[in-house]
């Protein structure tokens, strides 16, 4: 196949490539033919061809998979997963949307950390003071979608509750143990994307052009105003949306005039 477009020979490669793809000549979810034999077909180098992949690869079109060969991405219509912000509470219980997610058969790594730059502002603390934290690695089941999930609990704000003891319980329990312990609660949420890291990517299966979902919620207690706990979720954008359901709220009656 000639290609004769005045452009750098791999981004001739790469649009020959892109049009193979787009006319179905190669299906999503089929493995490319060998570096050797694309060298072949374009009449160019193995890094010519090597340099194409990478720049499809950064577009979504194309995934590597480690000693297996490059695929042709499935198309993705939209997130696989729509995860609502909600906080239900009926009596004594609380629920979220994402309940379902955790199966009890994701591994808890639980261990004691200072806070940092981060951490510290969002909890309303110094650096350097302790917290428990809780990691685990959380799956959609319908949808095979995954999330990494970190709990940060200040260990002065939450020493006298159950969650010192067992701090590997899921987001609605822990709410419920502080309601337990006489807290009135409420959240605050923040939503930010980034790029991942390379564990971040490999856990959660994420492709080359992916970019990271991160929230970040606080539980406060209404009546003094006190963060008492952090929740970090980490989410693929492609595979997952993040939901809210928003309401009004009376604004507050303005002082009578003297």
Known sequence: ???????????????AMRESIAQGQWQPGSQLPTETDLAETYGVSRPTVRLAVAALR??????????????????VHGPAATIEQTITRRGT??????????????????????????????????EDEMTIVCDRLIQD??????ALHRLILPLERVGET???????VTPAKAYATLAKAGHDLTWREQISARIPQPDERTSLQLSEAAALLVTQRVTVDRIQGL?????????????AAVGFTIEAHGAPAKAAAR
Do not use: C
Request: aromatic letters at 6%; charged letters at 25%; proline letters at 5%.
């Open 1 to 15: 196949m000639a290609v004769i477009r005045n452009e750098p020979l791999h981004k001739q490669v790469a649009a």
């Open 58 to 75: 950064t577009e979504g079109l194309l995934d590597v998979k480690q000693g297996r060969g490059t695929f042709v991405r499935s198309a």
């Open 93 to 126: 219980r609380f629920e979220t949307s994402t309940d379902h997610w955790w199966t009890g058969k994701e591994e808890a790594t639980v261990y004691r950390a200072a806070t940092d730059a981060t951490t510290a502002p969002l909890l309303g603390m110094d």
């Open 141 to 146: 089941p319908a949808t095979g979608t995954r």
């Open 162 to 168: 159950a969650l010192v003891r067992t701090p590997a």
């Open 227 to 239: 963060p008492l706990m952090l929740e970090r979720t980490l989410l693929g954008a492609e595979s």
